[in-house]
């Protein structure tokens, strides 16, 4: 069974940085690409950052362009999201997310696999 597993998550506060990783248990060679997604309370589900697999190329919200940068460990099969100089704004739980499909995750459309989500809280 296909897991990601996150971890990093916490609470900082503003100005401060939280870095995330996620550890795919599967083989990501069919992995198009992968991505990270957040969703805070009443609000929904929106992208970060993806990252396109093959090549490395990355996708920015832009609520985040200049603060968030994402990157990922073929060997490890693990993709990584460093975030700096946090808002509250920011708060959210942070997910993982694959697609077998897509080559940029810009929605939830094409993503199948989904982390249980990291827990990111920025106080002010």
Do not use: H
């Amino acid at each position: 069974q296909v897991q990601l597993v996150e971890s990093g998550g916490g609470l900082v506060q503003a100005g401060g940085s939280l870095r995330l990783s996620c550890a795919a248990s599967i083989d990501t060679i069919c992995i198009s690409a992968m991505g990270w997604f957040r969703q805070a309370p009443g609000k929904e589900r929106e992208v970060v950052a993806a990252i396109r697999w093959s090549s490395g190329s990355p996708y920015y919200a832009d609520s985040v362009k200049g603060r968030f940068t994402i990157s990922r460990d073929n060997a490890k099969n693990t993709v990584y999201l460093q975030m700096n100089s946090l808002k509250p704004d920011d708060t959210a739980v942070y997910y993982c997310a694959a697609s077998r499909t897509i080559d940029v995750i810009t929605t939830t459309l094409g993503v199948v696999y989904w982390g249980q989500g990291t827990q990111v809280t920025v106080s002010s």
